[in-house]
Nanobody, 131 residues
Framework: QLQLVESGGGLVQPGGSLRLSCVGS?????????IGWFRQAPGKEREGVSC??????????????KYAESAEGRFTISRDNAKKTVYLQMNSLKPEDTAVYYC?????????????????WGQGTQVTVSS
């Protein structure tokens, strides 16, 4: 059974940092999956935050990682295929970043923010940015 488990959420003050982790289990070849981070705030639709393409795409390719405009310059996505883990480093956090963050996997090479295409989802981790 393929599962994704997120961790690393919590309460942080504005300007602080958090690193979210997404660990895959049951994925024999997780490196061939594109991974996306999405978030959903209360009363709002789920939105894509960042994604990272599979290892079939060169890390130097411009399509390897993508960021929403709200995350650009503050968030960094990375993956450790040996650990079957994808990280989302979030810096300079703002109250508007408060949401439940989900990671998702799709058996495709190039990542994107169309959430309907992702096959597997984690249970989510709460991020709250507040003073």
């Amino acid at each position: 059974q393929l599962q994704l488990v997120e961790s690393g959420g919590g309460l942080v003050q504005p300007g602080g940092s958090l690193r979210l982790s997404c660990v895959g289990s049951g994925f024999t070849f997780m490196d061939h999956f594109a991974i996306g981070w999405f978030r959903q705030a209360p009363g709002k639709e789920r939105e894509g935050v960042s994604c990272i393409s599979s290892s079939d795409i060169s890390s130097s390719d411009s399509s390897y990682t993508k960021y929403a405009e709200s995350a650009e310059g503050r968030f960094t996505i990375s993956r450790d295929n040996a650990k079957k883990t994808v990280y989302l480093q979030m810096n300079s956090l703002k109250p508007e970043d408060t949401a439940v963050y989900y990671c998702a996997a799709e058996g495709a090479p190039i990542c994107h923010f169309s959430d309907y295409a992702y096959d597997y989802w984690g249970q989510g981790t709460q991020v709250t940015v507040s003073s």
